[in-house]
């Protein structure tokens, strides 16, 4: 039995610039964080010849080119297996469609199991390249390398996206800083699921296209990325609050899918309850409310009044794991 594990993740600056629909004519930046919610992938052998895959159907087939999931398909043929007398089950903390990045945590995590099954050695690096190839380039999707990155790596990481590759390093917090940061971030479910890609399409469009406005957008969104940068590595948390708020004017710009009445209701029950800044999390049109707070308790009171539900997390500076071998 082999269990591996991927974090999910919260993208703390520079959300949308890590699209190769950008990347490739303006370099993109980003600061992502991962928690300790995860995408777990088990895999095991078992006495039939056919593949058993197990998710929200299950599929039983001869071999893995058979499958209807394109994921669980093309990270198969990526790692060179077909799958015979192999049963895989994936599990997660956090439903899919809800901007936390379990996608690319699905492929990644999944693409580790099947190494590890294989016996190869695979650098976080790689691990995310292959998960981005997968999603990307052999299956179209209009989505960033963020999420890929980010749950191979773990941490508080920067990125910086070019045609030639990406570049990671770790944000250079203090530990006070780091704590205070853990403690005065607060997360809620907004009740609604979405696909990413239904609202990335349109960034995406607008940008090969080279729509102004949106490449306009991504530019401010990016130098709101390296301003965030530049007030938590000095340890300047209530400045990041208030980024991260245009952040969120600057993201809400991008598309009408990304927010709707009731998010906006519940962004500006926050903001005049405690929160300093804030912006929801993901591609937007649903999922998850972030916000940072230095007053948690009047926060908190404010939001379960209006019927959400706090998800508490932490941290993970592991990345994608294999958890039992």
Same mark, same amino acid.
């Given at each position: ?14 959300? *949308? =610039?890590? @699209?190769? !629909? ?7 930046? #980003?600061? /992502?964080?991962?928690?300790? +919610? ?58 899919? *469609? =809800?901007? @936390?990045? !379990? ?7 999944? #693409?580790? /199991?099947?190494?590890?099954? +294989? ?61 205070? @940061? ?144």
């Amino acid at each position: 039995m082999i269990i591996t594990r991927s974090p999910l993740r919260i993208t703390l600056g520079g959300g *949308g =610039t890590d @699209l190769p !629909s950008y990347y490739n004519d303006h370099e993109g930046f #980003l600061i /992502a964080a991962a928690i300790d +919610r995860y995408v777990y992938i088990t895999v095991h052998e078992t006495f039939v010849e056919d593949l058993i895959v197990k998710y929200a159907k299950l599929e039983r087939v001869a071999c893995a080119a058979e499958l209807e999931h394109p994921l669980i398909r093309e990270a198969f043929a990526c790692v060179g297996l077909t799958g015979k007398y192999l049963e895989i089950t994936s599990m997660a903390d956090i439903p899919a *469609g =809800t901007g @936390l990045g !379990s996608s690319g945590s699905f492929t990644t995590a999944l #693409l580790k /199991a099947l190494h590890t099954y +294989r016996h190869n050695l695979v650098h976080s690096q790689e691990l995310a390249e292959q998960a981005c190839q997968i999603e990307i380039e052999r299956l179209g999707e209009p989505v960033g390398k963020q999420d890929q990155y980010i749950s191979a790596f773990g941490g508080l990481t920067c990125f910086r996206f070019t045609k030639d590759g990406v570049k990671a390093w770790p944000l250079a917090l203090s530990e006070e800083t780091q704590l205070n @940061l853990t403690d005065n971030l607060v997360m809620y479910f907004t009740g609604y699921s979405r696909n990413a890609a239904s609202v990335l399409t349109e960034q995406n469009t607008k940008t090969r296209k080279g729509d102004g406005d949106m490449i306009n957008n991504l530019h401010h969104v990016k130098e709101l990325g390296l301003r965030s940068k530049e007030v938590l590595e000095s340890g300047n948390l209530t400045e990041f609050g208030r980024i991260l708020h245009e952040h969120w004017l600057y993201k809400r710009q991008r598309s009408a899918a990304i927010s709707n009445t009731n998010i906006d209701a519940w962004y500006d029950i926050a903001m005049a309850n405690g929160a300093i800044g804030g912006k929801l999390i993901g591609a937007g049109g649903g999922g998850f409310l972030l916000f940072y707070t230095e007053d948690k308790r009047r926060l908190r009171h404010a939001m379960m009044a209006a019927g959400l539900k706090e998800v508490p997390f932490r941290f993970d500076f592991l990345g994608t794991q294999v958890v039992v071998r």
